[in-house]
């Protein structure tokens, strides 16, 4: 079973970058898509970004188009988040989250119930 580790959050100020990763390790090969999600206090996890880990194609959540990347090393097996622009709204626990199997009825990449795999999150603080 693949597992996965997020790190690289912190704290910025409203307008600063961030580059988050998440290394997989374990059996990789059953991987369909990754995603990083995040929530907030009292709040509901929300996707952000996501990747169909076989072709590399990207999904953006409307939030963050504009603002985010999200791209993998292979060779790594790691996972990048790269946010720009960030805002304080972004202040959240980021999680990272892999998908081995398909869950029917799918709700989309932005659905967290299509996730098995999940990281421990990782903190990511901005100040106004």
């Known amino acids: 079973q693949v597992q996965v580790v997020e790190s690289e959050g912190g704290s910025v100020q409203t307008g600063g970058s961030l580059r988050l990763s998440c290394a997989s390790s374990?059996?990789?090969?059953?991987?369909?898509?990754m995603g990083w999600f995040r929530q907030a206090p009292g709040r509901e996890r929300e996707g952000v970004a996501a990747?169909?880990?076989?072709?590399?194609?990207?999904a953006y959540s409307v939030s963050a188009k504009g603002r985010v990347a999200i791209s993998q090393d292979n060779a790594k097996n790691t996972l990048y988040l790269e946010m720009n622009s960030l805002k304080p709204e972004d202040t959240a626990m980021y999680y990272c989250?892999?998908?081995?199997?398909?869950?029917?009825?799918?709700?989309?990449?932005?659905?967290?119930?299509?996730?098995?795999?999940w990281g421990q999150g990782t903190q990511v603080t901005v100040s106004s």
């Open positions: 989250a892999a998908a081995t199997k398909v869950q029917r009825p799918t709700g989309g990449v932005f659905s967290p119930r299509q996730y098995n795999i």
């Open positions: 374990g059996d990789t090969s059953n991987t369909i898509v």
């Open positions: 990747i169909y880990t076989r072709s590399g194609n990207p």
